[in-house]
């Protein structure tokens, strides 16, 4: 098993920063495991928003976000990030942290362990 623990969620102006963590936990191999951000808006489907592998050396982002997101593995590696910047209201949705088979992939069905979510609210 492994939980994950989302943090950092909040309510912001258009154009500001957030920054998200998640800390994964647990008797599953966690290094066996990429990482990945998932974000669900009101009335629409859970969609990729950026992944990371165990090393950190394979990263991908939709291409929504690309340019404006950074996610990055910390120290220790079981913890990721999202660095949110230049936010919009098309990104108000609850961010949740998903952990995965070794590859980084944007299908959500791939993902086995998820947490909890995370509110991000953009105004403009």
């Known amino acids: 098993q492994m939980q994950l623990v989302e943090s950092g969620g909040g309510l912001v102006q258009a154009g500001e920063s957030l920054r998200l963590s998640c800390a994964a936990s647990g008797s599953a191999p966690i290094g066996s495991y990429a990482m990945a951000w998932f974000r669900q808006a009101p009335g629409k489907e859970r969609e990729f928003v950026a992944g990371i592998s165990w090393s950190g050396g394979s990263i991908y982002y939709a291409d929504s976000v690309r340019g404006r997101f950074t996610i990055s593995r910390g120290n220790p590696k079981n913890t990721i990030y999202l660095q949110m910047n230049s936010l919009n209201v098309d990104d108000t949705a609850v961010f949740y942290c998903?952990?995965?088979?070794?590859?980084?992939?944007?299908?959500?069905?791939?993902?086995?362990?998820w947490g909890q979510g995370t509110q991000v609210t953009v105004s403009s």
């Open positions: 998903a952990a995965a088979p070794p590859v980084v992939t944007a299908n959500r069905d791939e993902y086995k362990y």
